[in-house]
């Protein structure tokens, strides 16, 4: 069980919006830290695609965007794409783990 | 190129002992921290470990607290995990991350990763 929260699949026909959310509380995202996505491509390693809360690493298209509110963020792809049939994953410091923590993924697919 | 490679991974037996390489290029090594993840067949990412820029400060995850030893050699470009007491949970492939920060705790944010070492425990 993770402590952050991710739906496990979303899917989309291409060119459609899709989002994905990813629930925490308040030892990790309510307490105002910061949240990163990761995109993972089958037998890829994971790379990173949004970071603090809505900020998009040079090269990653803006097709892409990241949101946060209250205890909770979310990723949102528009003009779905094949290519962007990956998991994705958020991450965000859970202060009583004191620690990192990802959500349990996320599975996009493209219809 | 800007590039981290794993090694040491291999099969092992429970209540054995391991430690695993990564090798960072491309890059000043001594300016960031690194991260351990780990990702255990089929299922999602699990942060394993963190060390900063000068080995003043680490973490770990709670299922690994007590058996595993980060540390880094900056000289070498490289950061180490030392797995002991390991147990069929453990069996993972194991990423090193860069950090974008010299304090891993100020950041967490993993935006340069390796390809992964596999580690196996099982009788």
Known sequence: QSVLTQPPSVSGAPGQRVTISCTGGDSNIGLGYDVHWYQQRPGTAPKLLIFGNKNRPSGVPDRFSGSKSGTSASLAITGLRADDEADYYCQSYDILLSGSVFGGGTKVTVL | ?123
Not at chain 2, 24 to 53: N, Y
Not at chain 2, 73 to 88: C, D, F, G, I, T
């Open chain 2, 1 to 123: 190129e800007v590039q981290l490679v794993e090694s040491g991974g291999g099969s092992i037996q429970p209540g054995g002992s391991l430690t695993l390489s990564c090798v960072a290029s491309g890059f000043a090594f001594d300016d960031h921290a690194m991260h351990w993840v780990r990702q255990r067949p089929g299922k999602g990412l699990e942060w394993v470990s963190g060390i900063t820029w000068n080995s003043g400060k680490v973490g770990y995850g709670d299922s690994v607290k007590d058996r595993f030893i980060v540390s880094r050699e900056n000289a070498k470009n490289s950061v180490y995990l030392r797995l002991s007491r390991l147990e069929p949970a453990d069996t993972a492939l194991y990423y090193c991350a860069r950090d974008s920060e010299p304090n891993y705790y100020d950041s967490y944010k993993l935006d340069v990763w390796g390809r992964g070492t596999p580690v196996t425990v099982s009788s």
